[in-house]
């Protein structure tokens, strides 16, 4: 269950990466996790932010852990949902659509695992 735990929580964070626009690649490096929710706002491009590796965080998580993933880049709501004229995105929604698809994968995967011990 841990397994599947993780590599579906892997498997969303990777949807929602691959589904965000890369301008400067300063959004997409933005997507930060943490199991103590949400980090703040930290501005534009420039600031010095990196964000730790999102693996690192989840391989941490145990069950009954909340791993909360969410962009620190101040624009990352105006990319997501749209703004001035331009339409959203909406890179995390339909990451979050797919949640029963990676659970199927991680799911699947585990088995596999299990499967080739044996």
């Given amino acids: 269950m841990v397994a599947v735990f993780r590599a579906s929580a892997q498997f969303v964070i990777e949807d929602v990466r691959a589904r965000t626009p890369r301008d400067t690649g300063y959004l997409v490096n933005s997507l930060t996790t943490s199991l103590d929710g949400p980090l703040p706002m930290r501005g534009t491009q420039g600031d010095g932010y990196t964000a730790?590796?999102?693996?690192?965080?989840?391989?941490?998580?145990?069950l009954g852990d909340v791993?909360?993933?969410?962009?620190?880049?101040?624009?990352?709501?105006?990319?997501?949902?749209?703004?001035?004229?331009?339409?959203?995105?909406?890179?995390?929604?339909?990451?979050?659509?797919?949640?029963?698809?990676?659970v199927d994968r991680a799911t699947a995967e585990a088995k596999a695992a299990v499967r080739s011990r044996g």
């Fill in 52 to 62: 730790p590796p999102f693996i690192a965080v989840i391989a941490g998580a145990d």
């Fill in 67 to 102: 791993i909360t993933a969410s962009f620190v880049a101040e624009y990352a709501a105006a990319i997501e949902y749209g703004a001035r004229g331009r339409e959203g995105r909406g890179m995390v929604r339909l990451a979050a659509q797919n949640w029963q698809a990676h």
